[in-house]
């Protein structure tokens, strides 16, 4: 049983890791019921972010650092849950303002954004495409160097059944990977994102489960090889943080937010 000053210690540890410049940033991002916070809760080993059904569980942006589980070492990883986005332009411009307020604060910047998607449902309809828009238009081109896409509810009992809806994912002229580059217009040379088909049951007791956990540590760390060892940071957020009024900040948010609907065009974000 842990004890007081045992917890206070593990909860100043952990306040470190949060500013210590080695410890990944992830952020998982995408509409509502696709899994993103079982998936953050399997990364950890542990339920830190409330779950529930299809309906948006996740109301506020909220980040925790923990070890990451199941991967060599004890790497720490900043997990950063996010609203999903719910085909509401007045609902999701604030999930989309919440997000950009926490990543503001941010001191060393995003490893990678995990594009979190449910297996079961690999259209890449005119809502998702407005969404994946959105992001690009608020935060720039460079937002794709930072992709990790992920599919959850793939699970060991229905692998089978789901080997189609895998290949066509993967499909080199026709899936959803192929679809993304050519609506984005970014060139398959460089925009090859890694792709994970996971579960998030039963992490603790599922080695099935836990070797997913793995490869997306693995894309983690390969998507900060790619950028260089640089990370996702924004000069449209830094810009932010020069406002000294809080109601000068939120209306600039709210300004931008609704140029980038209108627009789709902006491009304003860079590595640091």
Same mark, same amino acid.
């Given at each position: 049983?842990?004890?007081?000053?045992?917890?206070?210690?593990?909860?100043?540890?952990?306040?470190?890791?949060?500013?210590?410049?080695?410890?990944?940033?992830?952020?998982?991002?995408?509409?509502? #019921?696709?899994?993103?916070?079982?998936?953050?809760?399997?990364?950890?080993?542990?339920?830190?972010?409330?779950?529930?059904?299809?309906?948006?569980?996740?109301?506020?942006?909220?980040?925790?650092?923990?070890?990451?589980?199941?991967?060599?070492?004890?790497?720490?990883?900043?997990?950063?849950?996010?609203? #999903?986005?719910?085909?509401?332009?007045?609902?999701?411009?604030?999930?989309?303002?919440?997000?950009?307020?926490?990543?503001?604060?941010?001191?060393? #910047?995003?490893?990678?954004?995990?594009?979190?998607?449910?297996?079961?449902?690999?259209?890449?309809?005119?809502?998702?495409?407005?969404?994946?828009?959105?992001?690009?238009?608020?935060?720039?081109?460079?937002?794709?160097?930072?992709?990790?896409? *992920?599919?959850?509810?793939?699970?060991?009992?229905?692998?089978?059944?789901?080997?189609?809806?895998?290949?066509?994912?993967?499909?080199?002229?026709?899936?959803?990977?192929?679809?993304?580059?050519?609506?984005?217009?970014?060139?398959?040379?460089?925009?090859?994102?890694?792709?994970?088909?996971?579960?998030?049951?039963?992490?603790?007791?599922?080695?099935?489960?836990?070797?997913?956990?793995?490869?997306?540590?693995?894309?983690? *760390?390969?998507?900060?090889?790619?950028?260089?060892?640089?990370?996702?940071?924004?000069?449209?957020?830094?810009?932010?943080?020069?406002?000294?009024?809080?109601?000068?900040?939120?209306?600039?948010?709210?300004?931008?937010?609704?140029?980038?609907?209108?627009?789709?065009?902006?491009?304003?974000?860079?590595?640091?």
């Amino acid at each position: 049983m842990m004890t007081h000053s045992s917890s206070l210690a593990t909860e100043t540890n952990l306040a470190i890791q949060a500013n210590n410049p080695d410890t990944y940033v992830v952020s998982a991002v995408g509409a509502v #019921g696709t899994g993103k916070s079982s998936l953050l809760n399997a990364i950890a080993g542990s339920q830190i972010f409330a779950t529930g059904s299809s309906t948006a569980t996740t109301q506020t942006v909220r980040g925790e650092v923990r070890p990451w589980a199941f991967v060599p070492g004890k790497r720490y990883v900043h997990l950063i849950d996010t609203p #999903g986005l719910c085909d509401s332009n007045a609902q999701d411009r604030q999930t989309v303002s919440e997000m950009v307020r926490y990543f503001k604060s941010l001191a060393n #910047g995003v490893s990678a954004f995990l594009l979190v998607f449910n297996i079961n449902d690999i259209r890449l309809d005119a809502y998702t495409q407005t969404m994946l828009r959105l992001f690009e238009a608020l935060l720039g081109r460079h937002f794709w160097n930072f992709v990790v896409i *992920v599919f959850t509810h793939v699970d060991e009992e229905n692998r089978d059944e789901l080997e189609e809806h895998m290949e066509a994912v993967n499909d080199p002229q026709e899936g959803f990977i192929a679809e993304i580059r050519r609506i984005h217009n970014l060139p398959a040379r460089t925009f090859v994102p890694s792709v994970i088909f996971t579960s998030t049951q039963n992490v603790r007791m599922s080695s099935y489960t836990q070797k997913h956990m793995k490869d997306i540590y693995n894309a983690v *760390v390969l998507c900060e090889t790619r950028n260089n060892h640089r990370r996702f940071t924004c000069t449209w957020l830094r810009r932010i943080l020069t406002i000294p009024n809080e109601e000068e900040k939120s209306t600039f948010i709210s300004n931008s937010i609704k140029e980038a609907w209108a627009s789709m065009t902006s491009s304003v974000c860079s590595t640091q």
